[in-house]
């Protein structure tokens, strides 16, 4: 899958101020509507997913390079494909895995690694990170219908986090899910043992440059809670990359939640991600 807009292709080479006014640009070219081909209800995952392989594939596996898996192909064909994105760090150099999804099966996988050009600065993880998620879509025999980011989208002091930059470079309808708040405000509290199924609006402040105040920017989501005792999980934090919006960000993030605080395409490529790290 390559990219549909290469003039948002992250480059690591540009000054923060240049940086920061493509990433306004991005924003301005996102969709923060629905615009699917799929029915966001048929995005479902309803058990734990095995990640296990069943056939191998393809690209070399080199440090700097890519790979790419074909998996379990005993899957309904016409189920939409769900494509889960993190990243790891070995050193200097970014991990990104693309894990992908359809009606609860993974069908195939893909990794790339290439050296991070600069350090983590808040706000421009796209930078640093993007490149080498690019690299791994690339490897994949298949084109998802989704994508589900560890990352933010629209929660970003520009409207265009991770999740909105590789969405909009792909043109690929795209989700952000991230474990902290990075900006924004919560239209409610946060504090003790929220319910699962919690959703509480997150809106634009003075944070958020390019937004109107008030403005719904993603929700706080509660995914997973303790039966029992006076510990608590915290919610993550679920936003619009590109070509949803913000409550059917909501709808799919908790539909994907199968027990676990991750939705299942990032839990899977958050272990994969890990696998990876530790031959490279």
């Given at each position: ?34 615009d699917l081909s799929i029915d966001p209800a048929d995005v479902r995952v309803d058990e734990p997913v095995p990640l296990d392989v069943v056939e191998s594939d393809g690209h070399d596996g080199d440090e700097i390079g890519g790979e790419q898996q074909r998996l379990d192909s ?33 069908v195939e996988r893909a990794h790339a690694v290439e050296p991070t050009e600069i350090p983590y600065i808040p706000g421009l993880l796209s930078f640093r ?152």
């Amino acid at each position: 899958m390559d990219p549909v807009r290469p003039e948002f292709v992250p480059d690591a080479s540009l000054s923060r101020e240049e940086m920061e006014a493509l990433q306004r640009d991005i924003a301005a070219a996102a969709t923060f509507d629905d615009d699917l081909s799929i029915d966001p209800a048929d995005v479902r995952v309803d058990e734990p997913v095995p990640l296990d392989v069943v056939e191998s594939d393809g690209h070399d596996g080199d440090e700097i390079g890519g790979e790419q898996q074909r998996l379990d192909s005993d899957v309904q064909a016409d189920a939409p494909l769900v494509a889960g994105v993190d990243q790891a760090f070995v050193d200097d150099r970014a991990v990104s895995v693309v894990v992908v999804l359809r009606n609860g099966r993974v069908v195939e996988r893909a990794h790339a690694v290439e050296p991070t050009e600069i350090p983590y600065i808040p706000g421009l993880l796209s930078f640093r990170e993007g490149g080498a998620i690019l690299s791994a879509f690339a490897a994949l025999d298949s084109e998802p219908d989704l994508a589900v980011i560890d990352g933010s989208g629209r929660i970003h002091y520009r409207e265009a986090g991770l999740a909105t930059h590789i969405g909009v470079t792909l043109d690929l309808p795209a989700v952000g899910v991230a474990k902290s708040l990075l900006c924004g405000t919560p239209d409610g509290s946060l504090d003790g043992k929220l319910p699962v199924g919690t959703r509480i609006p997150v809106v634009a402040d003075e944070q958020i440059e390019t937004a109107e105040p008030g403005t719904v920017v993603g929700h706080a989501l509660q995914t997973r809670q303790f039966e029992s005792g006076s510990r608590h999980v915290n919610p993550l934090f679920v936003s619009p990359g590109h070509r949803v919006n913000a409550e059917t960000t909501a709808d799919l993030v908790e539909q994907c939640a199968a027990g676990y605080k991750l939705p299942e395409p990032t839990r899977l490529a958050d272990s994969y991600a890990d696998d990876v790290k530790r031959t490279v």
